[in-house]
Structure formats: C-alpha cells, structure tokens
C-alpha cells in the first residue's frame, strides 16, 4: 500500500518568514495530493490540492509543488502569520481511492 | 449547507456497551468516510461508502460496525470495544471517491473506559 513520508515533524518560523514541508510517497500510481491544517481540537481543513497532470499550484501565500518523477511534493507557506500555526497533513491518493496522510508537522509562527 | 456535522461531540462508554455515532451531510456528495485518529497521529482510514455501498473495509476490527442508511447519513455502530479504541472518530464526505476534496466533519470524541 501507499506509503507517506512528511518532514520536519516540527517547525518553528519567525512571522513573515516562509515555511517549507516536505513529503515523499511510495506508490507510483497517485495522482492526487491534498494538504490539510488543523488546528488544536478542530477538524482537518484543505488548504491546497493538486494533482499529478500540474507541477505547482499557488493560492495567494500557499503554493504546493509536485515532482513524479522523484515521488515528493512540497508545501510553501510565505509571509507566515500568527494565525498559521496548526499541525499540517500532507497526504496521497491512487487507484484505490484511499487518502494516506503523512505524519504531520508542528508549525509554530512565533512573534 | 456546506458543512458534515457529527453526533455526539463526545462519548463515554463501557467495554460492554453499544452505541453509535453518526454523521451527515447535504452537500449532494456520494462518498463518505470514517476514520480514526489517535493525538498527534493522522487520520486513519477506516471504511469507506460509494453511492450508498461498503467499497473499502481497512481490515477494521468487526467491533465496529458501519451503515449507510441513505445518501446523507452514516453511522458507525459500536460495541465491546477496547480502551486502545479511544480517539477521535471523523467522518469525511466528498463529490465522489477518487481523486476529490475530502470535507471532514468535527469529530467524535470516544471514551472506551
């Protein structure tokens, strides 16, 4: 099965720094890669998604990037706020239409 | 409505009880989900609905017991469960399965004491 790899666990950035997640997978055939938030007690929110047919895809500060070829994609928060800090999921999805997530990162945006 | 909403919030029960949690939405949407997530661990799927019916079952413990009664409702019926069963229960729902936007619903609390 699908295999998800994210990194760091944790980060800590100065407000109005960039953040920058990793993620790796193991199953050649997914094609689509969602990133979720959440915050403390809250349900996962998506942020960003994109799928196997882009490279990249931006929304206002949040960009994510994608390489096929090498399996890993990335997520780009720039001009961190306060407001940013959460635990944030990376995951992926193939044939089997089952979503794997990874195993989330800490982002702490201190004053 | 735009929204899945769960009930209960939060839920206390014995290893020898049976309840059952519940979730909804009204968006249209014709795949639904449960997972599973432990603190500081990700969502874990579970079960998984198309149009109404089981299509994947990630060899979940027959303890729980999920339906689907129509379109937009889905339970997840519960009994002689384990204290490791603890966690919170989030139900998803989205267009179709494969490749769509998931919406999680809040979650459940569960209590296994």
């Known amino acids: 099965g699908e295999n998800v790899e994210q990194h760091p666990s944790t980060l800590s950035v100065q407000e109005g720094d960039s953040a920058v997640i990793k993620c790796t997978y193991s199953d050649s055939a997914s094609n689509y890669f969602p990133w979720y938030k959440q915050e403390l007690g809250k349900r996962p929110q998506l942020i960003i998604d994109i799928r196997s047919n882009v490279g990249e895809k931006k929304d206002q500060r949040i960009a994510v990037t994608l390489n096929k070829t090498a399996k890993h994609f990335s997520l780009h928060i720039t001009e961190t706020q306060p407001e940013d800090s959460a635990v944030y999921f990376c995951?992926?999805?193939?044939?089997?239409?089952?979503?794997?997530f990874g195993t989330g990162t800490r982002l702490q945006v201190t004053l | 409505d735009t929204e899945v909403t769960q009930t209960p919030k939060h839920l206390v029960m014995g290893m020898t009880n049976k309840k059952s949690l519940k979730c909804e939405q009204h968006m249209g949407h014709r795949a639904m989900y449960w997972y599973k997530q432990k603190a500081k661990k990700p969502p874990e799927l579970m079960f998984v609905?198309?149009?109404?019916?089981?299509?994947i079952n990630e060899s979940v413990p027959s303890r729980f017991s999920p339906e689907c009664p129509n379109s937009s409702l889905l339970n997840l019926h519960l009994h002689a469960l384990q204290p490791e069963d603890s966690a919170l229960y989030l139900c998803a729902s989205s267009v179709e399965s494969g490749n769509y936007e998931q919406y999680f619903g809040p979650g459940t609390r569960l209590t296994v004491t």
């Open positions: 995951a992926a999805e193939g044939t089997a239409s089952k979503l794997t």
């Open positions: 609905y198309s149009y109404e019916k089981l299509s």
